[in-house]
């Protein structure tokens, strides 16, 4: 069942639809996700109410604990049996890599709207199998959406109009460092994301993939080779029955062409000592420059030659921000979630196509695997799989247009 319908229990007026949400997965996402399907009712108000229905886990106990903490009507542990449910519209996949692609294909089989948190898949053949099949639900008029979230930071949704409307120039050289430090102590035990098999890789699919993802949406361009370096700097850490072989890199490096000629340096570590969640971004132009810090993910400092400018993104013109609070009241790594789940909401609600598409996470996947290509060869230089091109139009912001100033603000 794709149609959304007004619920009595929440409907706030006729004009109001209402979509059934699931999220899959009640760890870290998962209550990221909840927080966002809770939230955005409230800051969104033109979009379809979410109605959380259903958390899915697979503890029984940690599952239902969990849904009554993030606000869910209930909890299950077979996520097969939610894809029946006909009080569900949209499902929202929080799991390790390696079922992404088997639990989107089957919610999109149903019927079922889906967002899937990045990566895609773990392999490209999997981001392919998912792109098919996004196609053929959209043919339906079913929705699906990949989590990049970065996306729906405001800082960055301004950076890229900023460079769309030519204010640094032609875009050269692009910085971009995502670096953690939660692996950095060698007696840090087994963990999913240490295992190829469930990961697909490690920092280069976990921060890698934000960070291709970004470069593509920053600079509207599609990255055509890569040369690419890999480490694992510990080998092996306890698991559960002794020592377990780390079978994804720890850390990797690579150097990055776009179609456009721009040249972008990729570094992405969870052994960076001091580093929490360090998303660096830098882009140089002909005629300006710019510069982010997810741990400062309300400003943005652009030079177009008088020195730089830090720009405070809180301005209600400023992406997103008409949702939100007044000028100053900064937003959080939490409320990039809520405009994720209001640009969804809003494009199923009109029945628009929702970015980034399963075709746009299948073109990072496609990066990803040139930089193991490249990686395994020595960093040769490697072209990047061409695929069908990925459609990205600008990220939909309900709210009004925003402003692409630098002036001083009154
Ligand atoms: N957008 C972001 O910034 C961001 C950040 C972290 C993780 N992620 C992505 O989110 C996804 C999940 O990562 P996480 O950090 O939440 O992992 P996590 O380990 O914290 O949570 C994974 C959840 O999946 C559940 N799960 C596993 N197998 C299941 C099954 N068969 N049925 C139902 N539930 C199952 C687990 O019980 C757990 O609740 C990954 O794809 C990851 O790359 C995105």
């Known amino acids: 069942m794709t149609e959304s319908a007004t619920d009595p229990v929440h409907a ?31 800051f969104y108000p033109d979009v379809p109410r979410a109605v959380q229905r259903v958390l899915v886990g697979r503890d029984p106990d940690g599952v239902r604990e969990a849904a009554d903490r993030y606000g869910w009507q209930e909890s299950a542990t077979d996520w097969r049996a939610v894809l029946e449910r006909d009080d569900v519209q949209v499902v929202d996949i929080c799991t390790p890599g390696h079922l992404h692609a088997e639990i989107a294909e089957a919610a999109l089989a149903a019927g079922k709207h889906v967002l899937l948190e990045k990566p895609l898949a773990n392999t490209v053949a999997e981001a392919e199998a998912l792109v098919a099949a996004a196609r053929a639900a959209s043919a339906r008029g079913v929705q699906s959406m990949v989590g990049f979230n970065y996306r729906r930071v405001p800082a960055l949704a301004l950076a890229r109009e ?34 190829k098999e469930e990961a697909g890789s490690g920092a280069l699919g976990d921060l890698g993939s934000h960070v291709v993802d970004q470069l593509q949406f920053l600079l509207d361009d599609t990255i055509t080779w890569a040369s690419g370096h890999l480490r694992t700097f510990v080998p092996t850490r306890p698991g559960a029955s002794g020592p377990e072989d780390v079978t994804v890199d720890d850390a990797a490096w690579a150097t990055l062409g776009t179609s456009r000629g721009a040249v972008a340096s990729l570094e992405v570590s969870r052994m960076a000592h001091g580093r929490k969640n360090g998303l660096a971004l830098e882009v140089f132009g002909s005629q300006g420059s710019l510069s982010f810090q997810l741990e400062a993910l309300n400003e943005l400092v652009v ?13 209600s013109d400023h992406p997103y921000l008409d949702a939100w609070w007044p000028p100053g009241h900064v937003l959080g790594w939490d409320d990039t979630f809520v405009n994720q789940a209001a640009d969804l ?38 072209t990047v799989e061409a695929g069908p091109k990925a459609s990205t139009p600008p990220v939909p912001v309900p709210a009004a247009a925003p402003a692409v100033s630098l002036e001083p603000r009154p």
């Open 12 to 42: 706030d007026g006729p004009a109001r639809p209402t979509v059934g949400v699931a999220v899959i997965g009640y760890s870290f996402m998962g209550k990221a996700h909840s927080n966002a399907w809770r939230n955005v009712a409230a």
């Open 162 to 195: 900023l460079i769309a409307a030519g204010r640094l120039g032609e875009v050269r050289e692009v910085r971009a460092a995502y670096l953690q430090d939660w692996l950095v102590d060698a007696s840090a035990p087994m963990a999913w994301r240490l295992r």
């Open 303 to 315: 030079d177009t030659g008088a020195g730089g400018t830090r720009i405070l993104v809180t301005e």
């Open 345 to 382: 909401l809003s494009c199923i609600g009109e029945g628009r196509a929702p970015s980034p598409s399963f075709a746009d996470g299948a073109a990072v996947q496609r990066v990803l695997a040139a930089i193991e290509a490249s990686a395994a060869q020595s960093g040769t230089c490697v």
